[in-house]
Structure formats: structure tokens, C-alpha cells
């Protein structure tokens, strides 16, 4: 069974950090983002496809070296498609029932159970779907029994006809391509309204999700994970520094600073009297002496000078400011 992935956007939410690494290589909890997708697939799935545009040759570059039992092919994408025309644009190597998934979305979604449901089913796609106390903001999905009735991307407040959203995790039927046109295309609004006869279903699940588009959803993911697998810390080098709650600290090096809790750091340094609460370090960061980083994504070489303070911020590579 193949997985497709679209993962060819911008990343605008998450800039300036995404002019430096593309939004699925940013690191969630130890490892790439892209990478909570690809570990919940089941191991009948021996080929994963991505839809890429933006920074392919970083893409290239990780799953080179990234030693996955997998088979992973990147698609370009010439132009920005759309979901939909992403979608179509792998349709060659899609001539059987596929797994599809947008490439930021974490989530608990038991990926087997979809699967096994889509089967039961019947019918052209299954679509996992999440409840939310306001749906407004995203793709709305109406159902009777499991069957989709109808889909509204982004209702005006008051007009769901439910509360339950796209997940963005699907299994498709070859057929879907007889719908989708070519171009740049849509797959909520121009294709799913369009296939509610064909046998379109809506598979809820329970646990967590969380679409990482911007800081605060990243953030939140990062913490539902570390929340989920309790702290870790690898390889740091701590003196006289406080750790606090769940954290992933990988190969740290710390002196007289408050870390914690929720914080995920790799290759990063942390100076006297520093503090840093539920954020993201990347590598060859550091916080000055007496610095503080709340509820911020810091990126590749960041540097927030000493006594300085950041808060609900993102940092790209250099000095702390924004």
C-alpha cells in the first residue's frame, strides 16, 4: 500500500524559521515533523510519496540519510496545485486503494483502524474526522450513520451543520482522480461536495490532533507529545541548572538556568540565570545570561542576548530580533 503526503507549502505561519528549513523538516519532540506521519503508518505501507515544492533539496537531502524502511519518492510540484491538484499530481503512482494525509497534521489517529473501516465501507474515501468546540475555521463534515453528507469549507460561524472537521487523513479509491480536475484545484471545496454519492465516509477518532501550522499549534502539539511520552533528556552537560516538568533535551549544555517545562532543545546552550518555558531550540542556539524565552519557536542559530526577553515569538537564525 502507498501513503501520499502533501507536503508542498510555504510554511508562511512558521516564517522566519521556514526561510531556513522547510516546514516538515522542523523538529517536534527529537525528530522532523513529517516523520509523526510517517512512524503511524502501518507497516503494510512500503511506499510513501510527498508532494513538495518549496526546498525540495533539503527535503532530498534528509531522506537520503534518514535510513527509513520505506520507499520514499518526492514529486515536484512546478506550481503551488492546491490540495487537490497535489493530489492528482501523483496519480501515476496511485493505481490502487492509498492512504493521503496533509503533511501538518499530528495527531493520535490509529491509521490501521482507517484503513481496516475504508475496507467495511466501501465507497470512493474515508475521512478521519476530528470533533471541535468551534468548527468554523476549518472543512465541516455532515454525516448520517458514517456516511458523508455534505462538507462546508469554512461555515460562517452558526452555519455548521456540525461539529466535526477534515482531519486531514483520508484513504482513496483510484476513482477520486475521475474528479479531480487538472490545475490548481481544491480537494474541500471543489471535489469532496462534488462526491457525496460515491460513497464518501467520515471515520472519528479519539486521542489528540492538532493541524502545526503556527506558533501556538506547534507549540501545543509539542506539548500533547511530551505530555504523552514524559521527559526526556540525552546527552547534556548540566551544572547547577533546574529542570522542570516534561521536556527533550538533546545534547544540551546548560549553566545556572531554569529549563522547563515543555521545552525542546537540541544542540543548544543555555547561560546563567536563563529561563525558558514551552518553546522550540534549534540547534547551535543560545540564551544569554539572565535571557528569558516563553512560548517562542527559536531557529537554527538564534541568539537571544543577555538580559533580553522573548515572548510569543519566531526566531530565524542570528539575533533575537524578530
Request: overall charge negative; charged content about 25%; aromatic content about 6%.
Amino acid at each position: 500500500m502507498k501513503a501520499a503526503i502533501l507536503a508542498g507549502g510555504l510554511g508562511t505561519r512558521l516564517r522566519p524559521i521556514t526561510y531556513l528549513v522547510p516546514k516538515p523538516l522542523i523538529p517536534l519532540v527529537g525528530k522532523p515533523m513529517i516523520m509523526h506521519i510517517i512512524d503511524s503508518l502501518p507497516d503494510y505501507v512500503d511506499t510513501v510519496l510527498l508532494a513538495v515544492n518549496y526546498k525540495r533539496g533539503d527535503l532530498e537531502s534528509y531522506f537520503s540519510k534518514a535510513g527509513i524502511d520505506r520507499e520514499v519518492i518526492l514529486i515536484e510540484e512546478d506550481e503551488p496545485l492546491g490540495t487537490g491538484g497535489a493530489l492528482r499530481n501523483l496519480k501515476e503512482h496511485l493505481d490502487s486503494t492509498f492512504l493521503a494525509f496533509n503533511g501538518d497534521i499530528v495527531s493520535s489517529l490509529d491509521v490501521m483502524d482507517l484503513v481496516r473501516r475504508h475496507r467495511e465501507f466501501g465507497g470512493i474515501g474515508s475521512l478521519a474526522l476530528w470533533e471541535v468546540p468551534d468548527p468554523s475555521a476549518y472543512g465541516v463534515v455532515g454525516l448520517d450513520g458514517d456516511r458523508v453528507t455534505s462538507f462546508q469549507e469554512k461555515p460562517l460561524p452558526g452555519e455548521e451543520v456540525s461539529n466535526l472537521i477534515n482531519a486531514g487523513a483520508y484513504v482513496f479509491e483510484p476513482e477520486i482522480f475521475d474528479h479531480i480536475p487538472e490545475g490548481k484545484v481544491s480537494i474541500e471545496r471543489e471535489v469532496f461536495p462534488n462526491i457525496l454519492g460515491k460513497g464518501l465516509r467520515g471515520h472519528r477518532f479519539e486521542g489528540y490532533w492538532v493541524d502545526c501550522g503556527t506558533r501556538e499549534s506547534f507549540l501545543k502539539a509539542q506539548g500533547i507529545l511530551m505530555e504523552n511520552a514524559g521527559a526526556a533528556c540525552h546527552s547534556n552537560l548540566f551544572e547547577d541548572t533546574t529542570v522542570i516538568g516534561n521536556n527533550h533535551l538533546e545534547h544540551c549544555k546548560a549553566r545556572g538556568a531554569r529549563i522547563g517545562p515543555l521545552v525542546s532543545a537540541m544542540d543548544a546552550v543555555f547561560n546563567e540565570d536563563s529561563q525558558v518555558i514551552n518553546s522550540l531550540v534549534m540547534e547551535g542556539s543560545m540564551v544569554g545570561k539572565a535571557a528569558k524565552v516563553i512560548n517562542s519557536l527559536l531557529g537554527p542559530g538564534s541568539n537571544v542576548r543577555d538580559g533580553e526577553t522573548v515572548i510569543d515569538a519566531v526566531i530565524g537564525e542570528g539575533n533575537s530580533h524578530r
